[in-house]
């Protein structure tokens, strides 16, 4: 099993900037894709961008120019930079990660809320 742990999120005002960090601990796995989604109330989760492991990386329309997406493989850590946080980026920012443990499966982290405010 892959486990992942999340931190980052909180509270900040519109126009500022946050950084999320997701990281799976252990060994005995390799990751090839990791990504960032977030899911707002009422709404379906959605991609906000995602890096291979050859750093090739794919952004949101609405992530562009505002949000970084890195990884650090050595660490199995994917970052999320976001910068000119708006309103409308309020909500909880899931990881995912695409692992070989035996075999290839999909692994979601807990959520971070990320809250906005104007």
């Known amino acids: 099993q892959v486990h992942l742990v999340e931190s980052g999120g909180g509270l900040v005002q519109a126009g500022g900037s946050l950084r999320l960090s997701c990281t799976a601990p252990?060994?005995?796995?390799?990751?090839?894709?990791m990504g960032w989604y977030r899911q707002a109330p009422g709404k379906q989760r959605e991609l906000v961008a995602t890096i291979t492991s050859s750093y090739d990386t794919n952004y949101a329309d609405s992530a562009k120019g505002r949000f970084t997406i890195s990884r650090d493989n050595a660490k199995n850590t994917v970052y999320l930079q976001m910068n000119s946080l708006k309103p409308e980026d309020t909500a909880v920012y899931y990881c995912k990660v695409r692992a070989y443990y035996r075999r290839y499966d999909d692994y979601w982290g807990q959520g971070t809320q990320v809250t906005v405010s104007s």
């Open positions: 252990g060994s005995g796995f390799s990751i090839s894709v």
